[in-house]
Structures are given as C-alpha cells and as structure tokens.
C-alpha cells in the first residue's frame, strides 16, 4: 500500500501535471472503483484541478465549486502518466482522466478490487471519509505521545492504525520501529517518556528521509515504481537477511495478510518473538533467541 512517502511524491507528480489543468474527459472502466452517484462522475468533465491534497491515505483532487474527488488507492492501486487518449490496460485498468497534455491512469493490480473513488461535494464530504490520523510531520512532541497513549495496542498496530496516525502502513512501521529500536510487540501502554520520545524522533526521521530519496529518484518523471519493498531498506521484506546495524539475522512475524519485520539485536534484546502460526507448528523446537537462532541453522 503506498504509503506518506509514496503519496508525497505522487502530490508532487500530480501537482505538476494537474493543477491549473481541465479534465476533458473521464473513463470508468471497473464498476467497483466509483463508490458515490452525487454528484455525477460527468460533472468533474470540463472542470479544471485547483488543488492536490492528501487526507490521510487518500489523495484529493479540488475542483471549482467545492466539488472534489477521493482517490483510496489501498494495497494494489497505482497512479500512472500517459500519453493523451492511451487506452486503459483491460486487465489492471481502473479509469483515466484525459487532458490536453496527457492521461493519468489509475490501476490495481489486484482482483480483489479495494481501490476506491468517492466523487463528493463540499469538504464536510472530505472530512468524512477522514479516518483522522495525527499528521506525525505536523505534530508536536506531546500531541504524538497523547495519540500513541490513547489506546492500549503493540506498537506495530497502533503506529499502522489510521485512526491514531495519518500515512503509516506496514513497512514504514517496520523501518520507524527498527530505527528507533523498539519491538514491534511492545504496549504502548509500557512505554517510558524517553522511548516515546525516541519513537516520536524516529518516526519523523523516516518518513522524511524516505520522502526526500523518492522525491531525487522521481526527479522530473512521474513515479511508476511504487513498491513496499526498496532495497535500502534497513528490515521491511529483509527476513533471514543481515541487519545493515548489528548483522542479526532479520526476522518476521506472518499474520493474516501481512508480515512484520524486526531485527532482535537492535529490538528484542536478542529474543525471537513468536510466530503464531509456525511456533506453534514448531512448538519446543520454535528458538527463543539469536543464540538458538544460530543453533537450529
């Protein structure tokens, strides 16, 4: 799912090639994309782009007339750049907006179909679809660590909550927490005043860094290689491979339809945290330590 990083770039992108720009035409070509009837899909057609804005995960597009569109690109929808009237890709292809420069195309690679636009009038509208998350890279210290206290949850769920937090999905909480060395299990509730400290400092450290490398890699071109999974990332996608800190092997913890990546030199003070599903297939034999990690290898 693409995450602040991500959609900072993509702002950027469309910044460029959208704002001041009028939508001459607009093709639909999945019904489960549009999720609104009123206002009309049509009624955007002729309209120009005065504002890119996210909201949360979402992407806003503001037109005349308080009338805006609420891009949800979930885990598989991607946003690409076209050559005016290109035809949509029939397996991937969502729908395009056509201008006198170009198309933007927006697809999902994936038949499950999450990916959503809300067509809406009014920013009340907006705000409703807002799951509101605390805008880390706006936040104050104590905002932060009133958001991260005000639920008991792992840090892992509430940093990737977007209730609590705006723009951080599965990886990037990986690479928050393995920057700020801290298990991915831990309760927020157990948390001393200097490791939130330390968390609030990592987690703006990441999503900054991260924003500004994307930002020099995209460079003019518009982004089309948005992935979860980056090579210089330190833990996130890297299991059984070496911290870039300490070497540990980096390990994971599968659930539903995610993983999470941690490193316990750097996080668990050397623990093997527990899989549900394989630790408990493994039981006795499931290692409780890099030290037993080392053995059973």
Known sequence: M????????????????????????????????????????????????????????????????????????MVAGRFHWKAAGRALNRKTGLASFDLDAGSLH???????????????????????????????????????????RAERHTLKRSLTDPRLFSGIGNAYSDEILHRAGLSPLQLTSNLSDK???????????????????LLREAGDEFPEKVTAFRPEMAVHGKFGKPCPVCSAPVQRIVYAENECNYCPGCQTEGRILADRSLSRLLRDDWPRSIDELGESG
């Open 106 to 148: 927006m697809t999902e690679a994936s038949t499950k179909k999450r990916a959503s636009l809300h067509a809406v009038s009014g920013w009340e509208a907006v705000g409703r679809l807002d799951k509101g998350g605390l805008d880390v890279l706006r936040a104050a210290p104590s905002d932060f660590s009133l958001r991260l």
């Open 195 to 213: 490791e939130t400290s330390r968390l609030y400092t990592s987690t703006r450290a990441v999503l900054s860094e991260w924003t500004d490398r």
């Open 2 to 73: 693409p995450e602040l990083p991500d959609l900072l770039v993509y702002k950027h992108a469309l910044e460029r090639r959208l704002k001041g720009q009028r939508i001459r035409s607009i093709r639909i070509l999945s019904p489960f994309l549009l999720r609104t009837v009123e206002p009309t899909i049509g009624s955007f057609e002729e309209r120009s782009v005065l504002e890119i804005r996210l909201v949360g995960k979402r992407v806003i597009w503001t037109f005349e007339d308080d009338l805006h569109l609420v891009f949800h690109l």
